[in-house]
Antibody, heavy 117, light 106 residues
Framework: QLMQSGAEVKNPGASVLLSCKASGYSFTSYGISWVRQAPGQGPEWMGWISALNGNTRSAQKFQGRLTFTTDTSTTTAYMEMRSLTSDDTAVYYC??????????????WGQGTLVTV | DIQMTQSPSSLSASVGDRVTLTCRASQSVSTYLNWYHQTSGKAPKLLIFGASTLQSDVPSRFSGSGSGSDFTLTISGLHPEDFGAYFCQQTFISPYTFGGGTKVEI
């Protein structure tokens, strides 16, 4: 399972660091994707980190504002987002990005963290 | 970015109804298409990946089809727990975009 950190309230211009604690599987076997969902909207994929080697990908719209990291000793993934605006108010999810054959999908999700800016 | 468009945006149905939801991609995504179900206040749950492969523990009343740009999710007999929002997602090209969702209401 994935257990996320608690709700955050931030002022515009601030940064936020979210955590996602993994348990019950081999942490380095799968990557972690981060997805956010604004109120009443569909989910939005933000980026991905390999728990094996730390390689990352992120959506172009967030370039320069996101940093993904992992700590294999604590099996925890982190996402830092900088220069927050009110448009960043959303529930933020981490999810296991599992590859099955040639397909990949997010089959285990955290409970979500509400970030209010 | 690939745009994913779902239709209808909402529908009303009854327990036992057969329901078909549609997802269209702005360009071909082959069969790199996933479907998720979300109920209020909870994280999305994976139903189908690879356009037609049922995730383990998902009831067989759910089925997916399609390839290229056009996909469907069919629920052959709605159960009470099936109400909520359904989202499609392409994983053909990063960023892995989601559709805006179809809300299935009683």
């Amino acid at each position: 399972q994935l257990m996320q950190s608690g709700a955050e309230v931030k002022n515009p211009g601030a940064s936020v660091l979210l955590s996602c604690k993994a348990s019950g599987y081999s942490f380095t076997s799968y990557g972690i994707s981060w997805v956010r969902q604004a109120p009443g909207q569909g989910p939005e994929w933000m980026g991905w980190i390999s728990a094996l080697n730390g390689n990352t990908r992120s959506a172009q719209k967030f370039q320069g504002r996101l940093t993904f990291t992992t700590d294999t000793s604590t099996t925890t993934a982190y996402m830092e987002m900088r220069s927050l605006t009110s448009d960043d108010t959303a529930v933020y999810y981490c999810a296991i990005d599992r590859v099955v054959g040639v397909d990949n999908a997010f089959d285990i999700w955290g409970q979500g963290t509400l970030v209010t800016v | 970015d690939i745009q994913m468009t779902q239709s209808p945006s909402s529908l009303s149905a009854s327990v036992g109804d057969r329901v078909t939801l549609t997802c269209r991609a702005s360009q071909s995504v082959s069969t790199y298409l996933n479907w998720y179900h979300q109920t209020s206040g909870k994280a999305p749950k994976l139903l189908i990946f690879g356009a037609s492969t049922l995730q383990s523990d998902v009831p067989s009343r759910f089925s997916g089809s399609g390839s290229g740009s056009d996909f469907t999710l069919t629920i052959s007999g709605l159960h009470p727990e099936d109400f909520g929002a359904y989202f499609c997602q392409q994983t053909f090209i990063s960023p892995y975009t989601f559709g805006g969702g179809t809300k299935v209401e009683i």
